[in-house]
């Protein structure tokens, strides 16, 4: 029931960060067969899901305009990452009321956004969002002027577009937490997928045994070029098309840092129960749409 709770507070673009550490205090309650206390915060929980839908619209509203504001300047905020993360959630709680004019306009704000921060790749992929989003509303004037929008964005800073094909989120001892994918038939790429995943793995075994592999961050498998990061807990890969910019190398890191700053209690003691890992694996997801 908590975790139904903070999946509907996330599928109405509800920061989730209080609720998150309510729902390890409930699974750490049940593990210790505290159930009553486990009732309490779930009732606690409800609570807030109702406070929190109450003024969503509001917020959301605060975050578009604040976001303008923003842009107005012509330059990245220095909090760039958390202003996306809060467009993020407001094009679900937009998507969540049927209100597509709106969700495409966030898309569009956040392209902005990304140019702005230096990220042309980032920038197309959210410009296509908005795409996606005024096509299917029949909006095509949006829909032709946002094409040229891109296609602006890749002849200005062609040498800086790259592609993340694959990501691969692994605990230490090499089992697969998740895994993000833009291919359009994964199932027909799935034995490429696993060969790549038991090339990481090896490689992360072979790190254990040799601590100075974990300076590197770059192999081979055939003609892919697979990016990795690992921290004390998890380890980041990503399969990648094209030149990998200085920006997405610290995202990674500043990722994987502060999953595990987060999470380093249940990482710490994982007994591979993946519902005790569900704010990790939210977190790997959110980066994944940021990218």
Same mark, same amino acid.
């Given at each position: 029931?908590?975790?139904?709770?903070?999946?509907?507070?996330?599928?109405?673009?509800?920061?989730?960060?209080?609720?998150?550490?309510?729902?390890?205090?409930?699974?750490?309650?049940?593990?210790?067969?505290?159930?009553?206390?486990?009732r309490f915060i779930?009732?606690?929980?409800?609570?807030?899901?109702?406070?929190?839908?109450?003024?969503?619209?509001?917020?959301?509203?605060?975050?578009?305009?604040?976001?303008?504001?923003?842009?107005?300047?012509?330059?990245?905020?220095?909090?760039?990452?958390?202003?996306?993360?809060?467009?993020?959630?407001?094009?679900?709680?937009?998507?969540?009321?049927?209100?597509?004019?709106?969700?495409?306009?966030?898309?569009?704000?956040?392209?902005?956004?990304?140019?702005?921060?230096?990220?042309?790749?980032?920038?197309?992929?959210?410009?296509?969002?908005?795409?996606?989003?005024?096509?299917?509303?029949?909006?095509?004037?949006? $829909?032709?002027?946002?094409?040229?929008?891109? #296609? &602006?964005?890749?002849?200005?800073?062609? *040498?800086?577009? !790259? %592609?993340?094909?694959?990501?691969?989120?692994?605990?230490?001892?090499?089992?697969?937490?998740?895994?993000?994918?833009?291919?359009?038939?994964?199932?027909?790429?799935?034995?490429?997928?696993?060969?790549?995943?038991?090339?990481?793995?090896?490689?992360?075994?072979?790190?254990?045994?040799?601590p100075s592999l974990?300076?590197?961050?770059?192999?081979?498998?055939?003609?892919?070029?697979?990016?990795?990061?690992?921290?004390?807990?998890?380890?980041?890969?990503?399969?990648?098309?094209?030149? $990998?910019?200085?920006?997405?190398?610290?995202? #990674? &890191?500043?990722?994987?840092?502060?999953? *595990?700053?987060? !999470? %380093?209690?249940?990482?710490?003691?994982?007994?591979?129960?993946?519902?005790?890992?569900?704010?990790?694996?939210?977190?790997?997801?959110?980066?994944?749409?940021?990218?």
């Amino acid at each position: 029931e908590a975790l139904r709770i903070v999946d509907e507070a996330s599928a109405y673009g509800i920061d989730t960060q209080e609720a998150e550490e309510m729902l390890q205090a409930c699974i750490t309650a049940s593990d210790m067969e505290e159930y009553e206390q486990c009732r309490f915060i779930v009732s606690e929980l409800r609570k807030w899901l109702e406070q929190e839908r109450r003024y969503a619209a509001i917020k959301t509203a605060d975050v578009v305009k604040r976001t303008r504001k923003m842009l107005e300047k012509g330059s990245a905020p220095e909090d760039y990452q958390a202003v996306k993360r809060s467009l993020m959630n407001a094009a679900k709680y937009y998507e969540k009321m049927g209100d597509f004019a709106s969700m495409g306009e966030v898309y569009e704000l956040m392209g902005k956004l990304d140019a702005l921060a230096g990220d042309p790749s980032a920038s197309r992929s959210s410009y296509q969002r908005a795409v996606n989003v005024y096509f299917r509303t029949g909006d095509l004037e949006k $829909v032709a002027r946002l094409i040229m929008e891109i #296609m &602006k964005e890749i002849e200005l800073k062609e *040498e800086a577009i !790259y %592609e993340v094909q694959d990501a691969f989120l692994i605990y230490r001892d090499g089992r697969l937490l998740a895994h993000s994918t833009k291919r359009l038939r994964p199932e027909a790429d799935s034995q490429i997928l696993g060969g790549m995943l038991i090339a990481i793995q090896n490689f992360m075994e072979d790190s254990l045994a040799d601590p100075s592999l974990k300076s590197l961050s770059e192999l081979r498998y055939g003609d892919t070029r697979i990016v990795i990061q690992q921290g004390e807990y998890l380890t980041l890969a990503m399969v990648i098309s094209g030149d $990998v910019p200085d920006a997405l190398w610290d995202r #990674m &890191k500043k990722m994987v840092e502060d999953i *595990e700053s987060r !999470y %380093e209690r249940v990482l710490s003691r994982w007994d591979g129960d993946l519902d005790k890992l569900w704010g990790v694996r939210k977190a790997f997801n959110e980066f994944m749409q940021q990218i």
